[in-house]
């Protein structure tokens, strides 16, 4: 059997912004892992958007050495997950390749929903709970407060919790001894035992392929071994194996409860999946571990080049994401207002806006993005069968669907008691149903409701953070597909269906919708030589209508004098001239009228 008592796995959770890869800055310079002379801010986050939202996106791992107090020598593995409820599955591998967890809260803010959503998925990996107090030194800090919240969520005796700022280094080292203390060591396990490595993350190299984050469940993974990955029955020879200290060192072999790298050489993302179990032909394992399931996007939008030329480039711009990032699904698509573009799918508004954000940055694309929609199942009323829809344009006719489902979501609010009128009456106003409340601290409430996933992924968030200036905090995740009235929003301009502007919506608010949208679209469209008539289309009759006031010419100017007949013939004439244009003409649809389905709420 192999020792592995000096052995520690354990990973940082916590909400957005309350120190979790300040922390893991602190124990890696406090182990000398990173020198002094190489450390950075965020060391672990090494994306720009990362460092600039305050969230950790890529998962990462790295090995520290420590000598603790007793003297003995720790290999500490540090296995730091993504910090956003959008990335909930990753956040599950992670967890499942540690045996301890250190729960960072806020001395400040509390408890707050990311913390408890990420705290049951540590339980439910049955994890050893490490509470940690972060930011005392802030002057709005209450430890003691929030100390006994943590008691009474966790049972851990107040007294007990480590108080430190990361910030400041203070009591860090503390952190280090509780872990060695109380995060069991990883199982025993034979050299020659069926290899099992459960992948928690994986990257994609221009040299070496794809590279994937592993965990050493049991038996031994060496450097000339072919290995496989069980769900793909992908088998290769790896390129190199080692471990991270935090840049990649290459190793011999990697054996039971360590953690390190594998760089396989494949060339998508999509052959390594997160969660996968990794085995080796020489000592093959009868089956995977629990717990794998491939990513589904929940949120699907289109992306359009702003110049039409730039579509080649976008295309391989999106292939190179997804090469990094699995879980990125898109297919071509065309819209009559946009042309060519993708038709993305994504994990939540969260992971929609980085991919944005990178297209822009990264590879220096002027994209238009589309509303965002939801996956909606259709039945069908002669066959029954059931079609899956990720945009309102596949919706079929009117005529031939039996019923419409939609996904529901069940989401938990935390919030400040004063602010509790104001996040119901906003979340009742959007067909949540209210299910139940609990009061983890005196001045704390957590509201539970069901609520269609379109109407979460529009602005809830940004709409529950300016009601509670800041202060509330939310988490999600699928619930089921539930039968609605709902139908299908159109928007004509000039009578043509604006393809990109259509939205489904339930049948009661299509009315207040589309008469919202057609005023938005009136102040955004300009004006033309003729008149533009916008309308919106619902349940088969136009529900609401505005014109777009032609730029009208002065042709009377130069009549003067003399008989009313001839002012009465220029009119025609130019009335004429006008319904011909209207004819021929196409109006252009500025970007901003594609976003305003987005920001209707808003006023």
């Known amino acids: 059997m192999i020792n592995t ?14 120190g979790k890869s300040t922390l893991a800055d602190r124990l890696l310079q406090l182990t000398g892992t990173i020198s002094d002379r190489d450390m950075t801010a965020q060391v672990l986050d090494s994306m720009d958007l990362e460092r600039e939202k305050g969230v950790t996106i890529k998962a990462s791992a790295v090995r520290m050495d420590y000598t603790a107090q007793n003297g003995q020598d720790y290999e500490l593995n540090l296995i730091d997950t993504p910090g956003h409820v959008d990335f909930g599955y990753e956040v599950s591998r992670a ?3 540690c045996e301890g967890a250190l729960l960072i809260v806020d001395a400040s803010q509390g408890i707050e929903a990311q913390t408890l959503a990420n705290l049951y998925l540590a339980l439910d990996a049955d994890l050893e709970i490490i509470p940690v107090l972060n930011k005392i030194d802030l002057p709005s800090a209450h430890p003691d407060e929030v100390a006994q919240e943590i008691e009474n969520l966790l049972g851990t005796p107040a007294e007990d919790i480590v108080r430190i700022s990361a910030k400041e280094g203070l009591n860090v080292d503390q952190v280090l001894e509780t872990i060695v203390a109380q995060v069991p060591p990883p199982r025993s396990s034979t050299l020659d035992a069926p290899v099992q490595a459960l992948i928690f993350d994986s990257h994609y190299d221009s040299y070496k392929g794809v590279i994937a984050y592993l965990r050493v469940m049991q038996g031994e993974i060496r450097a000339d071994d072919i290995v496989r990955l069980m769900s793909t029955k992908a088998e290769v ?3 190199e194996i080692g471990i991270f200290k935090p840049g990649m060192v290459p190793a011999k072999s990697l054996g039971p409860g360590e953690v390190g790298y594998v760089a396989t050489g494949l ?10 179990t990794l085995t080796t032909t020489r000592h093959p394992a009868s089956e995977p571990l629990p717990g794998y399931r491939p990513a589904k996007p929940m949120v699907f939008a289109g992306i359009y080049p702003t110049e039409g030329e730039d579509y080649e480039d976008l295309r391989e711009s999106l292939e190179k994401l997804q090469l990094n990032d699995a879980s990125l699904v898109f297919e071509p698509e065309t819209s009559q207002a946009l042309n060519f573009g993708f038709r993305c799918g994504f994990l939540g508004m969260f992971h929609m806006e980085i991919i944005q954000e990178r297209l822009e940055r990264e590879y220096d694309l002027d994209i238009v993005v589309t509303a965002p929609s939801v996956q909606y199942e259709v039945v069908m009323r002669e066959s029954g069968e059931v079609i899956t829809i990720a945009s309102p344009a596949e919706l079929p006719e009117e005529g031939l669907i039996a019923e419409i489902r939609e996904p529901w979501m069940n989401i938990e609010i935390f919030t400040p008691t004063e602010y509790y009128g104001a996040v119901m009456e906003m979340t009742t106003k959007r067909r949540g149903i209210f299910k139940g409340q609990e009061h983890p601290a005196a001045n704390r409430v957590q509201l539970n409701y069901e609520i269609p996933l379109s109407e ?7 709409q529950l953070k300016s009601k509670t200036k800041g202060y509330a905090s939310l988490d ?3 619930l089921e597909y539930r039968v609605d009235e709902l139908q299908l929003l159109e928007i004509l301009v000039n009578n043509d269906p604006i393809d990109a502007l259509a939205s489904i919506v339930h049948a009661k608010n299509a009315y207040y919708k589309g008469q919202a949208l057609i005023t938005k679209l009136k102040e955004l469209i300009p004006r033309q030589m003729f008149a533009v008539a916008i ?7 136009i529900i609401s209508r505005a014109n777009v006031q032609a730029i009208r010419k002065d042709v009377l100017a130069k009549c003067y004098g003399g008989d009313i007949t001839r002012k009465k013939k220029l009119l025609e004439k130019q009335k004429k001239g006008k319904k011909r244009m209207k004819m021929i003409g196409s109006v252009e649809i500025p970007q901003d009228a594609f976003m305003a389905v987005l920001r209707l709420d808003e006023d």
Not at 5 to 18: G, K, P, Q, S, V
């Open 456 to 462: 979460l992924i529009v602005d809830f968030f940004d």
């Open 535 to 541: 309308q919106a289309r619902s349940g088969g009759r």
């Open 237 to 239: 020879r790896p390129v």
């Open 5 to 18: 008592d000096h052995i520690r796995n354990f990973c940082i959770i916590a909400h957005i912004d309350h």
């Open 95 to 97: 967890l499942n390749a």
């Open 267 to 276: 060339k998508t993302v999509r052959e390594c999946r997160v969660g996968d």
């Open 476 to 478: 999600y995740h699928f």
